[in-house]
């Protein structure tokens, strides 16, 4: 009878053994939810006055100055710019494009410049192509030219002519002043196709005065002895 009360003791003791292992479990782990997050990053600056401020997220009050991102360690993590107004964001918008404009436009001037190189390796060279092409449109010139000289000697031939009905126009032949009014035409026209050669030759010259002055640099560097 004495051994069935040992044993009934026995697994009281037990289970409650069990229970208190159990409690100590459950506060255990209540206390480990309940225990606060480390801090991920830190903000700190100096503000306007002087100040060292400290915060787990970005600091309002240095919206208008460099704000550091530490590590829990204490190292820099990264480094956070002014916080721009909408105006400001525009204006810096604005800048970079315009940046990146004058740095595409560069890249293009430097490649037109390697290609002009090619082109004309020598000064002789691109001479010689100016040479030529002023003397293609003077040789068109010269036939416009030639072709005004005979329309001028036509006109002055139907001019007397006409010279003899000067007292009474109208009585002159409609074929004769329809002729006049053609040579005229005509030497007009080729009036102004020769002040358009000049124009054309104009531009040539121009076109060719401006890669000089870009080819003068490039020759140098390129015949000049190396440092």
């Known amino acids: 009878m004495t ?18 292992a159990l409690l100590a479990a459950v506060a255990s782990g209540a206390a480990l939810s309940q225990a606060p997050a480390p801090i991920a990053e830190i903000y700190t ?20 100055r460099e704000q550091k991102m530490l590590n829990p360690s204490g190292t820099v993590k990264a480094r956070l ?19 990146q404009a004058e740095r595409a ?54 001019a007397d002519e006409l010279a003899f009905y000067q007292k009474d126009p109208s009585k002159a032949p409609p074929l004769l002043q329809h002729q006049m009014k053609e040579v005229t035409e005509a030497l007009a026209a080729q009036g102004r196709f020769m002040a358009d050669k000049d124009t ?13 002055a870009r080819l003068v640099p490039l020759w140098r560097m390129a015949h000049s002895p190396p440092q």
């Open 3 to 20: 051994h069935t009360c040992i044993s009934v003791a026995g697994q009281k003791g037990k289970a409650y053994a069990l229970a208190v």
């Open 45 to 64: 600056c100096v503000d306007a006055n002087g100040r060292k401020l400290t915060s787990d997220r970005p600091i309002a009050a240095c919206r208008d």
């Open 81 to 99: 710019g002014p916080t721009l107004t909408a105006k400001e964001l525009s204006q810096l918008e604005a800048k970079n494009k315009a940046e």
């Open 105 to 158: 436009r560069l890249e293009e001037e430097k490649r037109q410049d390697r290609a002009l190189f090619i082109r004309y390796p020598t000064e002789s060279a691109h001479q010689k192509e100016r040479s030529e092409a002023l003397a293609h449109i003077n040789l068109v010139k010269q036939t416009a030219i030639a072709r005004a000289t005979d329309l001028l000697a036509q006109r002055t031939k139907l």
């Open 200 to 212: 054309e030759a104009a531009r040539v010259n121009a076109r060719f005065d401006a890669e000089h």
